[in-house]
DNA sequence: TTGTATGCGTTATCAA
DNA sequence: TTGATAACGCATACAA
């Protein structure tokens, strides 16, 4: 059988109380007393039961995380940074998987609350303002990552996807390219649309316009942004750049540009957005704008953790990619840069 | 404030037993009651709280799975595997990382049975034979993912490493290949050593003598893969084929074959080991011997889920690996293939 | 069929 | 400084 307080107490010949006391390091207490059942209780090999604890009306240490999926690199640093964090802090985390699902997602959150979590964290919602009604109700403290909702039980981490595609396009344009096409992602929701916008404002800073036949979408995967190459290879004329929603769509537009022949980046250039450790696994390495995405599960975490410690907070962190500059980009018809 | 039974119980004017039979649907009750008592429950938003359950001896529907790091897309497809399955059988998972430290992973079995998770899964363990003490103190059932442990209280589910080593180079010497190299991996542990006694044993049987400067080790990851490709690339002569300790590797190794300037797979084949996703990605797609990830994860799971229902379970699965051939072999010499 | 009393392991409240 | 008692929410042995 498990060891209990009530076993120390009899082994010291006192009460469960004094022990309670004793192992908490309470101020009413004798130190003689203290050490003398800490000392049993270690020999006993005691280990409090957290279940009790929670019971008891304290914190179940243990915080919740929902994530779309895990096959996606880009969720696995995220929970990475956000399990550092709580495993520091003597934090388990309940993790979960919604597969895009929004009924799902809502059921899931519904249960981690059930489960008397004492915090959750979803990363890339897709529940939308359909939160909101919930999120009073469920009386639990809640950081969304990815997901620009705002309202007043909302707190969020995110990156700043106008800045990130501005910052993408921007250097593609100042490595010379004026026909930069865009391959989004129909399942990326309003980060896709952010990183459009920051796409379009660039190239009007610069006096561009796109034409309407450079922007396609992907699917946000390396298969949608295949074929989404394809579809622009078809175009006359031909975009000299490429900025992709993200790494995957780059990498399938890397494999679809190369399987045509082409050389990237000395007749196309491609830039992707995530920084990817698989973005350097392609033959040329992709450059790309880089989500401090670890950072992104540490800050939502940590803020997690502040707002349970009833410490202030901020309501909303927005983080700003950085560019990583690697093969996958050169100035338009240099052959210099080619292998 | 959260409704409990008692609520239910006072709405009802019953007692709370009552009512606790009446969710649990037990036989001595009579059907109105319970039907009333369902409404009640159901119009007041009752959910049971799991905690008090656990408490009261009941098991927490909590399942600890440990992995070494989440970024190894091969984790990642594993744990997908548990998840599914955990969450069709209403079980949580607590998951915590343990970044290859024996020590760490050792502390935080020990913590996840503090928090009373009804059974323990470890994918890919560096505890090895020091886990056996342990096992037998902490009465929580565990199964290992691909770490070929037995003992009195070990399961585990694993993939037939020996066969998949043999698989790979069997495919090679079909093709045709005779020098046939072998890279590694430091970290590999018994998996690596499986891998390369089955290399071996195909050679053998095809009358083959591997020459030892063509069996160098990586660290199974892509920079690991990198290096030790190149110091293949200055044997004398050089191997026509690589059998890679897995894809990482296999991608690391890819990269640097075509920095020299090789044509893969006309100038030099090469297999990786796991099936990863990442496989695709590169050009060419890697041939890869494929381990059945999310079944590896299932499987665990599933026989953790038997076990703790007391239903009987075989102690130990041995899965077979399955050749998947995509574009990154081809016979010796034959530049057709290239592109 | 329903209700009373008790316990799970811990912490909190009040007395002593 | 210590102890008796109740409470957290639920399940169960026993009584009615």
Same mark, same amino acid.
């Given at each position: ?107 899931? +959150? ?8 004492? =915090?959750?964290?979803? @990363? !890339?919602? %897709?529940? *939308?303002? &359909? ?110 750049? +490429? ?8 990498? =399938?537009?890397?494999? @679809? !540009?190369? %399987?045509? *022949?082409? &050389? ?76």
């Amino acid at each position: 059988m498990r060891v209990t307080i009530k076993d120390i107490a009899r082994a010291a010949g006192v009460s469960h109380t004094t022990v309670s006391r004793a192992l908490r390091d309470s101020e009413e207490i004798s130190p003689e007393t203290r050490a003398r059942i800490r000392a049993i209780a270690e020999s006993l090999g005691y280990r409090p039961n957290p279940v009790a604890r929670a019971l008891q009306g304290r914190r179940t240490q243990t915080l919740g995380v929902v994530v779309t999926r895990l096959s996606d690199p880009f969720h696995t640093e995220v929970v990475q940074g956000i399990e550092r964090v709580a495993q520091a802090h003597g934090y388990g985390i309940l993790l979960s998987l919604s597969h895009e699902d929004p009924d799902k997602e809502r059921v899931i +959150v519904e249960l981690l609350a059930a489960k008397q979590v004492d =915090g959750i964290i979803v @990363a !890339a919602s %897709r529940l *939308g303002s &359909r939160y909101l009604p919930m999120l009073e109700a469920l009386q639990i403290p809640i950081v969304l990552i990815n997901s620009h909702q705002t309202g007043p039980y909302v707190y969020s981490v995110a990156t700043d996807n106008v800045h990130g595609g501005h910052l993408a396009t921007g250097y593609l344009i100042r490595l010379g390219h004026q026909a930069i096409a865009y391959i989004g992602s129909r399942r990326g929701g309003r980060s896709n649309q952010d990183r459009y916008r920051g796409y379009r404002q660039a190239l009007r800073e610069a006096g561009l316009t796109p034409r309407p036949e450079w922007v396609v979408q992907g699917d946000g995967r390396v298969e949608g942004g295949e074929a989404a190459m394809r579809r622009l290879l078809e175009t006359h004329p031909r975009p000299t750049a +490429v900025f992709c929603y993200n790494d995957l769509t780059a990498i =399938g537009a890397l494999k @679809a !540009a190369l %399987r045509a *022949g082409l &050389r990237v980046p000395a007749d196309l250039s491609i830039i992707g957005f995530d920084g990817l450790e698989e973005g350097t696994y392609v033959t040329p390495a992709l450059t790309t704008v880089a989500q401090p995405r670890q950072q992104l599960g540490r800050l939502a975490a940590e803020m997690l953790l502040e707002i349970l410690n009833g410490r202030p907070s901020p309501k909303h962190i927005l983080l700003q990619g950085t560019l990583i500059e690697r093969e996958s980009c050169a100035p338009p018809g240099s052959s210099t840069a080619s292998r």
